[in-house]
């Protein structure tokens, strides 16, 4: 195999060609947020990686120093509000970007539920939870998002509390499973967790986000929604050949994009104060890469993490489209950074085509 580490000026689209050449997701995403400049190393053996892999952290860390401004210019905090009274579920809160948007958001006064798959992980995390954030409020409710009658339990037993809902914070995700693996349903796993599972779970709460409103909806999806290569008619991969676990993480982030559009029209359409968006965290330093093997997994081990922001920096998005008063202006719109972004691949027919595929998976229709 041969390793090539390419380092590239963030307002050149050839970042998209690093990360197929180095097939690393976290270096490319560090290198293009923060302007790195042009310069190639390559190896042939993995002995080599060794001399390859600090030449570029030598150049990344003095382009670092030169970016400070830039790197100082993105999101640092989310100015608090009042959310005394308010509720909001956060899939995936157990851990990682998930776990710091709802302690910021408990902190603020809501009452949290931690919607996530591991019980004795997710209660250790919603004591760690209580005890950061001065907040009793916050609570653990069971999801599996690869199985649709765990989407359904978990829909009851929320309904069964009689509480209002005013945040959705659809977090949880899988990234880059390098064999196809299927859900409890039979749906390739990325698209199943990443867009189907929240899919189902939105549908069954939206009665509750508009019986709220104004209540809010957030997609954390990402730039990685640029590797998109979406077929309709074969979005599980179930045709010879066609998977592949960057394009399939690259659908399901897309499918966030196009999701949280087509909620916004809809909402738009029956002018119910109900918003949604959607949104790339930054590349950050989370077990999300856990699934990754060989030089990417190499990569993401060893030198990952002296690129990454942390968690902290990574929630600051989703907070801030949780919470803020300013995110309406951008109502159904794709964010980074605390502010719109540009996507690719999203328009409103393929949203709309999407959302009927999916109405028919999970069997809200019929
Ligand atoms: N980190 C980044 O650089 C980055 C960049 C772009 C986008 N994102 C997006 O950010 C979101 C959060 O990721 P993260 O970086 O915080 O990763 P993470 O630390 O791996 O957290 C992912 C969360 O999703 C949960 N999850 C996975 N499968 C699930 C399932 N079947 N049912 C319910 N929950 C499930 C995990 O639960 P367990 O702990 O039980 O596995 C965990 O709580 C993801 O949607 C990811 O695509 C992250």
Not at 12 to 23: P, Q, V
Not at 111 to 137: M, T
Not at 197 to 213: E, I, M, V, W, Y
Not at 276 to 288: D, Q, V
């Amino acid at each position: 195999m041969i390793l090539q580490i390419r380092v590239v000026a963030r307002h050149d689209t050839s970042g998209l060609k690093t990360f197929a050449t180095c097939r690393c997701s976290y270096l490319e995403g560090w290198l293009r947020e923060n302007r790195v400049s042009s310069q190639w190393w390559t190896s042939s053996t993995p002995e080599k990686y060794n001399t390859c892999i600090p030449n570029a952290m030598t150049l990344s860390r003095r382009q670092n120093n030169r970016n400070q401004k830039h790197i100082m210019g993105a999101a640092q905090s989310v100015e608090p509000v009042d959310l005394k009274g308010k509720v909001a579920i956060i899939t995936g809160a157990n851990t990682g970007i998930g776990l710091i948007t709802a302690k910021e958001i408990a902190k603020m006064g809501a009452h949290v539920i931690v919607a996530s798959r591991d019980p004795e992980r997710s209660l250790a995390a919603v004591e760690k939870l209580k005890e950061e954030s001065g907040s009793q409020q916050i609570e653990f409710l069971q999801l599996d998002l690869a199985s649709f009658a765990s989407v359904r339990d978990f829909a009851k037993a929320f309904h069964e509390k009689n509480l209002p809902l005013h945040i959705l914070v659809n977090n949880a995700g899988v990234m880059a499973l390098p064999q196809r693996q299927t859900t409890k349903d039979g749906l390739e796993m990325q698209m199943g967790i990443n867009h189907f599972g929240h899919f189902l779970l939105t549908n069954l709460l939206l009665d509750d986000l508009k019986k709220s409103a104004p209540s809010r909806i957030v997609n954390v999806s990402s730039e990685g929604h640029k590797m998109a290569k979406m077929n309709l008619e074969d979005i599980n991969c179930e045709k010879p050949g066609s998977y592949g676990p960057w394009r399939v993480y690259g659908n399901s982030k897309l499918s966030n994009i196009l999701f949280a559009m087509q909620l916004q029209k809809q909402f738009d359409q029956e002018k119910v104060d109900v918003s949604a968006w959607s949104l790339h965290p930054g590349t950050i330093r989370t077990e999300l890469g856990r699934n990754l093997e060989g030089i990417t997994g190499y990569l993401n081990r060893t030198i990952g993490p002296l690129f990454l922001k942390t968690p902290e920096q990574g929630a600051l998005t989703s907070i801030f489209c949780a919470v803020r008063p300013e995110a309406l202006q951008s109502r159904g719109k794709y964010m980074s950074n605390c502010r719109e972004a540009g996507t690719w691949h999203a328009n409103e027919e393929l949203a709309e085509k999407l959302w009927k595929l999916s109405e028919d998976i999970t069997g809200l229709k019929g």
